[in-house]
């Protein structure tokens, strides 16, 4: 069920995302501590405690990130404490985020669990993938 969304926008996105390969996994087993800063598509399986900067992101069922997420595209099935900025989210039935959400295309999930507030903007978002300043460790919450 896609809510606040643009049809042609939206496609477009999505498409681009999917033609994508996998180039970067986080293994299930990793536990990364500090900020990531990707091009093309991730995956996460593991856990990051840092913010994230990039173009295509998924976040499996076992995926955990503890920061801000930054990206071009998010696909969301697993936990999220912190913000997340993207042109396109998908938030599957198992997801959980908790923090704001700022989308021009949001795609929920009967079941995804979505706790803080949200932001449809009427444009396209300029994201500044090639930024690498790191963000104050204050600017995500804390794990519990």
Not at 3 to 16: G, R
Not at 37 to 64: C, M, P, Q, W, Y
Not at 77 to 85: D, I, P, R, S, Y
């Amino acid at each position: 069920m896609a809510i606040f969304s643009k049809k042609n926008s939206f496609d477009q996105e999505s498409q681009k995302a999917d033609k994508e390969a996998i180039s970067s996994i986080i293994d299930a087993k990793m536990t990364m501590k500090g900020d990531l800063l990707f091009e093309g598509k991730a995956r996460i399986d593991g856990t990051i405690d840092g913010n994230i900067k990039g173009e295509h992101l998924i976040l499996s069922e076992v995926g955990k990130v503890y920061g801000n997420i930054e990206v071009s595209t998010f696909v969301c099935h697993g936990l999220l404490e912190g913000n997340v900025t993207a042109n396109l989210i998908t938030a599957s039935k198992s997801c959980r985020i908790i923090g704001m959400i700022e989308s021009n295309n949001l795609s929920v999930e009967p079941g995804a669990e979505l706790n803080g507030e949200m932001k449809i903007a009427n444009k396209e978002l300029h994201l500044d993938e090639k930024n690498t300043t790191s963000p104050k460790k204050e600017d995500h919450p804390a794990k519990d």
